[in-house]
């Protein structure tokens, strides 16, 4: 029988009675096989059910084990076994957006039984329903359902070793660039994370982006300039360290770090639009309203230039070439 297992011999070597050496399917295929598996449970198929439909369809015979290592996320061809190391995780636009929000809504921790824990926190719903379905693309898991916090905000809490390294704080540049600057459509999708989590749109149209590290923003500011959005041209202090505030309690704290803001021209709102939009409802429609306002907005969504064109703004970047030949290799 011709039938492949996941680390078969291959069928050739079976009918030549050759030793038996044990080789792994390509890459290609496992992926194949491993988003089949997700798909089909998540319609709620049995496991021997997915086991024959996956036969079927690819000539692969799945064990009830992998089935199970896919559905709980602990094996995923795709970023490698156990997805433990950086250079495992493919760039995408799913992982660009997660970087961007985690580095505005996030926060890293190990706990005490070493776990490597991202937590995640926002009022908006959509924008906890948007991140737990991406993150869950990027680790090959099923989507988590947002949990409601007693202040009202949601919250998804991921336990990954690797996100945890690329995402703790303070957040190291070099490491997320690879990712982030993958094509426009990671700049796109970075920048869409980082303003639904960061970003702040005012009934005028104004829109600015506030964070308390201002090397990020310098490097926010000069990926918005590759997607033709143009902002002032350095962050500016919004509110010094030591300023008291209310917070969510009610309770007045002092601010421990010294806050920046961005401000994108209002002449840029539209190619902003255009190239990165909004998750959060209230925030894209406060774009939209000004835009309808300007009356400068065409019915279609048409980009302004082709999103298609990728690694033609980073060529020169050293480190994504190393990487694009690493990921050759994998
Ligand atoms: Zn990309």
């Given at each position: ?77 795709r970023n ?9 995780l493919m760039p995408s636009e799913d992982l660009a957006f997660v970087i961007g929000a985690v580095i ?26 948007e991140f737990s379905k991406r993150i869950a693309n990027v680790l090959g ?35 997320i660039r690879p990712f982030v600057e993958h094509c426009e459509k990671c700049v796109g999708a970075f920048i869409r994370g980082f303003f639904d ?26 990926l918005?300039?590759k997607i ?46 255009d190239m990165v939009g909004f998750t ?23 980009p302004?230039?082709s999103l298609f064109t990728p690694h033609?703004f980073f ?16």
């Amino acid at each position: 029988m011709g039938r492949r297992n996941m680390s078969s011999v291959s069928s050739q070597d079976e009918k030549a009675g050759q030793a038996v050496k044990r080789r792994y399917l390509p890459r290609e295929l496992r992926i194949k096989a491993h988003d089949m598996v997700i798909r089909l449970r998540l319609q709620g198929m049995s496991y021997n059910k997915i086991i024959y439909e996956v036969y079927i369809a690819l000539g692969v015979r799945l064990s009830k084990s992998h089935i199970s290592y896919y559905v709980r996320g602990l094996h995923n061809p795709r970023n490698g076994i156990y997805i433990s190391s950086l250079e495992c995780l493919m760039p995408s636009e799913d992982l660009a957006f997660v970087i961007g929000a985690v580095i505005g809504d996030g926060t890293t921790k190990r706990t005490k039984s070493g776990d490597f824990v991202m937590m995640f926190r926002v009022k908006d719903k959509e924008f906890a329903e948007e991140f737990s379905k991406r993150i869950a693309n990027v680790l090959g898991r099923q989507a988590l359902k947002p949990r409601v916090l007693k202040d009202g905000r949601w919250a998804i809490e991921i336990k990954s070793k690797i996100l945890y390294e690329l995402l703790k704080k303070p957040i190291d540049i070099e490491r997320i660039r690879p990712f982030v600057e993958h094509c426009e459509k990671c700049v796109g999708a970075f920048i869409r994370g980082f303003f639904d989590a960061e970003g702040i749109v005012r009934k005028d149209g104004t829109m600015t982006v506030v964070n308390t590290d201002f090397n990020l923003l310098l490097y926010v500011r000069d990926l918005l300039r590759k997607i033709n959005v143009e902002t002032t041209s350095e962050p500016k202090l919004h509110t010094p360290a030591g300023t008291s505030v209310r917070g969510r309690n009610g309770k007045v704290y002092k601010t421990r770090k010294d806050l920046y803001y961005l401000q994108i021209r209002k002449s840029s709102n539209e190619n902003f639009y255009d190239m990165v939009g909004f998750t959060i409802d209230r925030k894209r429609k406060r774009l939209e309203e000004y835009l309808r306002r300007r009356k400068s907005r065409p019915a279609s969504t048409t980009p302004i230039f082709s999103l298609f064109t990728p690694h033609l703004f980073f060529e020169n970047n050293s480190i994504l070439k190393i990487y694009l030949k690493s990921s050759k290799a994998l």
